[in-house]
T-cell receptor, first 113, second 113 residues
Framework: GAGVSQTPSNKVTEKGKYVELRCDPISGHTALYWYRQSLGQGPEFLIYFQGTGAADDSGLPNDRFFAVRPEGSVSTLKIQRTERGDSAVYLCASSQGTAGEQYFGPGTRLTVT | AQSVTQLGSHVSVSEGALVLLRCNYSSSVPPYLFWYVQYPNQGLQLLLKYTTGATLVKGINGFEAEFKKSETSFHLTKPSAHMSDAAEYFC???????????FGKGTRLHILP
């Protein structure tokens, strides 16, 4: 079956612009996670959803970052007033329940110029 | 707070030689432990995981890892390296009572012909 998909695969934006990153989880997976992977680092947790609600958003670095999952499936990570330090690969993962194995998408590479 | 330390950001081994990637974690209770592999331009793939029970865990592609509580370690090994094993490897921990995964910084494995 289809895995986790993320769009776009690459996004280049100018400093100060707004961006949206999309994640399509595996069908039927109730939990969805966002991570950020900076160059030379491991993935860093941002936020996760159980269903439509954000169960833990403790990893969001500041209030410029926001994520939604209105129908409990697709999720969008939104970044306002982008900064060069936001440049990273943004990874999405989904699982069947919060204790299940997390399956990762290929990521969106965000470059802020 | 939970943390993961991977010793060596780069490891080189000859084809056919033993692969040993080191991982230590900090945790007050035995956590869930994982090894993920990331091939260039691909998403993270689960190699193996430890939850409870047998401390020697076998994964895909001939890899295995042993949970040693007394050493707070979860080192990854493979008896004989193959060229296709060249990738970045991440050790990760998930606390029992939390659902986010905490990753190490990763070890890039190079296979020498």
């Amino acid at each position: 079956g289809a895995g986790v998909s993320q769009t776009p695969s690459n996004k280049v934006t100018e400093k100060g612009k707004y961006v949206e990153l999309r994640c399509d989880p595996i069908s039927g997976h109730t939990a969805l996670y966002w991570y950020r992977q900076s160059l030379g680092q491991g993935p860093e947790f941002l936020i996760y959803f159980q269903g439509t609600g954000a169960a833990d958003d403790s990893g969001l670095p500041n209030d410029r970052f926001f994520a939604v999952r209105p129908e409990g499936s697709v999720s969008t990570l939104k970044i306002q007033r982008t900064e060069r330090g936001d440049s990273a690969v943004y990874l999405c993962a989904s699982s069947q329940g919060t204790a299940g194995e997390q399956y990762f998408g290929p990521g969106t590479r965000l470059t802020v110029t | 707070a939970q943390s993961v330390t991977q010793l060596g950001s780069h490891v080189s081994v000859s084809e056919g030689a033993l692969v040993l990637l080191r991982c230590n974690y900090s945790s007050s209770v035995p956590p869930y432990l994982f090894w993920y592999v990331q091939y260039p331009n691909q998403g993270l793939q689960l190699l193996l995981k430890y939850t409870t029970g047998a401390t020697l865990v076998k994964g895909i592609n001939g890899f295995e890892a042993e949970f040693k509580k007394s050493e707070t370690s979860f080192h990854l090994t493979k008896p004989s390296a193959h060229m296709s094993d060249a990738a970045e490897y991440f050790c990760a921990v998930r606390p029992n009572r939390d659902d986010k995964i905490i990753f190490g910084k990763g070890t890039r494995l190079h296979i020498l012909p």
